[in-house]
C-alpha cells in the first residue's frame, strides 16, 4: 500500500504565495514521475506541472514563470512553490505519484486534494 500526504494549500490574496508539498509512504520500490493537477469547480482535472525521475520538468502554459515543481528524492516528496498567484488558480490540486512496488508493479497513485483559494 501506498499513502500520499499533502499540504500546505489555503486562502491566499491574490499576488500572494503558497508552497504546497506531497509525501509518498508505504511499499515503494522506486518512484517515478511526480506532479501537480488542480480541479476549478465546473471544469475538468488539468495538469499543472509535472517532474520526471530524470529531473525534467513540464508546465502548463497558465503558471509558467509562477509555480516551481521540484521533488526530493530522499524524502519520496514532490513540492509546489506557486508565486504571483491569481484568483483563476483557485482550484483543489491534487499530486499524482508514479511508484513501482517491489513487485515491480508500476502504478500511478492520487493524493486526497488540497484546496486552494486566491482572493481578488
Known amino acids: 500500500q501506498v499513502q500520499l500526504v499533502e499540504s500546505g494549500g489555503g486562502l491566499v490574496q491574490a499576488g500572494g504565495s503558497l508552497r504546497l508539498s506531497c509525501a509518498a509512504s508505504g511499499s515503494i520500490f522506486s518512484i517515478n514521475a511526480m506532479g501537480w493537477y488542480r480541479q476549478a469547480p465546473g471544469k475538468q482535472r488539468e495538469l499543472v506541472a509535472t517532474n520526471t525521475s530524470g529531473g525534467s520538468t513540464n508546465y502548463a502554459d497558465s503558471v509558467k514563470g509562477r509555480f516551481t515543481i521540484s521533488r526530493d528524492n530522499a524524502k519520496n516528496t514532490v513540492s509546489l512553490q506557486m508565486n504571483s498567484l491569481k484568483p483563476e488558480d483557485t482550484a483543489v490540486y491534487y499530486c499524482?505519484?508514479?511508484?513501482?512496488?517491489?513487485?515491480?508493479?508500476?502504478?500511478?497513485?492520487w493524493g486526497q486534494g488540497i484546496q486552494v483559494t486566491v482572493s481578488s
Open positions: 499524482n505519484v508514479g511508484i513501482t512496488g517491489w513487485r515491480f508493479d508500476r502504478t500511478a497513485y
